[in-house]
Nanobody, 127 residues
Framework: QVQLVESGGGLVQAGGSLRLSCAAS????????MGWFRQAPGKEREFVAA????????YYADSVKGRFTISRDNAKKTAYLQMNSLKPEDTAVYYC????????????????????WGQGTQVTVSS
């Protein structure tokens, strides 16, 4: 099992940037894809971005494509989400997630593909 701890959330004005971090411990980080999801008040949790176990492939939700960048540092066992040009509609609790399957050949994006979740970090974008 893997433990995931997010950090880097906060309050930012529209147009600003934040970088979220997800520190992992407990299993071989480099063998599992990682993802970011978010949940806004009154809405269901939704997919944001994911990265393959190697870091060679990424996948984004249309709503964040071109503004957010997911990356990972396997040596540091950490995944990142760089968020630029933030909008008020990006306000949500952001969750880091670890893939259920080791060395998956495609980048996962469904919530059911992920078996480990962090506690979440709040991102608030003011207009």
């Amino acid at each position: 099992q893997v433990q995931l701890v997010e950090s880097g959330g906060g309050l930012v004005q529209a147009g600003g940037s934040l970088r979220l971090s997800c520190a992992a411990s407990g299993r071989t980080f480099s063998s599992y894809a990682m993802g970011w999801f978010r949940q806004a008040p009154g809405k269901e949790r939704e997919f944001v971005a994911a990265i393959s176990w190697s870091g060679g492939s990424t996948y984004y939700a249309d709503s964040v494509k071109g503004r957010f960048t997911i990356s990972r540092d396997n040596a540091k066992k950490t995944a990142y989400l760089q968020m630029n040009s933030l909008k008020p509609e990006d306000t949500a609790v952001y969750y880091c997630a670890g893939d259920r399957s080791r060395l998956r050949t495609i980048v996962p994006s469904a919530q059911g593909d992920f078996g480990s979740w962090g506690q979440g970090t709040q991102v608030t974008v003011s207009s």
